[in-house]
């Protein structure tokens, strides 16, 4: 047609085209504005540890010894804080994770690293090198090796499936942990051992423990130092929350200096663990 311009096949110079990335990119912009806005609360309060969890378990406050161990880390250092039982995984699809004046910290380890700086806190400093090593080494041995014997034990290889029916899981929830924690250990190699096999490596994990920790009362001496925290999260789970499991039996018959140490920290640092279960634990 005379007078029309020609417009080449594919043009951005095409209104319409160009509506659509605008709307695209706002709606992309919004959705990881909101994604990141998302893990900080509004109007919270300052100077206070904002500690995100899952909900209580049975026997111990929480189901997660990642939990535990940075709760036990908060209480040990008089860290004010506040749990927030809202379930919500962190920005790494993990729990726990915490909140501080508008910082938002996910990864026990790191959320430890970055309240020692905040608040000054020292457990570790009269720690020798080698000590250091050694707390390295029994750290990495109960959060990346224990803690997958921990997933097969409870949601695995026990029929009943106790601790997560004790919570009331329905039988959903159940399956999906169970696959979960199979994938899990599978990646990580531990579940392609047979059960007799992770019986015998929980029993070598826990009879290192054991010797390291000997009849301290804590692994470093009289005082506790982060791997404390580390450890007594993995192990108060094996020795109230992973029933029957060989775990637990071994902590109570074998290994009783480490069932010790678990009441040790429960008693200084857990007045309260009673009241932050969801029923009192059958003696
Ligand atoms: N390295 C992490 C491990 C935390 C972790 O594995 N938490 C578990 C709960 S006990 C979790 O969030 N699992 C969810 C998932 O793996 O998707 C830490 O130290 O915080």
């Known amino acids: ?20 990335v605008v709307v695209i990119v706002s ?17 919270a309060p300052r100077d206070v540890v904002l500690l995100h969890q899952l909900g209580h378990g049975v026997e111990c406050p929480s189901l997660s010894p990642f939990v535990l161990k940075v709760e036990t880390y908060l209480r040990i250092n008089k860290i004010p804080y506040k749990s927030l039982y809202d379930r919500k995984m962190g920005p790494k699809g993990k729990t726990p994770w915490i909140e501080y004046n508008g910082d938002v910290i996910p990864d026990s380890s790191f959320i430890i690293m970055y309240l020692n700086k905040q608040f000054k806190v020292t457990m570790d400093s009269k720690l020798t090198s080698y000590e250091k090593g ?9 959060e990346e090796h224990l803690y997958f014997q921990l997933g097969l034990w409870r949601a695995v290889f026990d029929e009943q499936k106790e601790t997560f029916k004790a919570i009331g899981l329905n039988w959903f929830f159940i399956w999906m942990l169970e696959r979960k ?6 990646s990580q190699g531990i579940g392609r051992h047979s059960q007799e096999e992770v019986a015998q490596i929980t029993e070598t994990d826990l009879q290192a423990l054991s010797s390291v920790l000997g009849e301290k009362d804590y692994f470093f001496g009289d005082s506790p130092t982060e791997v404390d925290c580390s450890l007594f999260g993995q192990l108060s789970q094996f020795v109230w929350q992973a029933r029957r499991s060989p775990g637990q039996k071994l902590i109570l018959d074998k290994f009783p200096n480490l069932k010790r140490f678990c009441e040790r920290i429960k008693g200084k640092y857990w007045p309260d663990w009673n009241e932050l279960i969801l029923q009192p634990p059958a003696e």
């Not at 047609?1 to 659509?20: L, Q």
């Not at 709606?27 to 109007?43: A, G, I, K, Y």
């Open 1 to 20: 047609m005379p007078g029309e311009t020609v417009k080449a096949p594919g043009s951005w110079f095409d209104p319409v085209k160009i509506a659509v």
């Open 27 to 43: 709606v992309l912009f919004f959705f990881f504005r909101r994604r990141t806005e998302s893990f900080v609360t509004p109007d």
């Open 134 to 142: 050694v707390a390295t080494a029994l750290q990495r041995l109960a």
């Open 181 to 186: 924690a199979t994938t899990d250990a599978w």
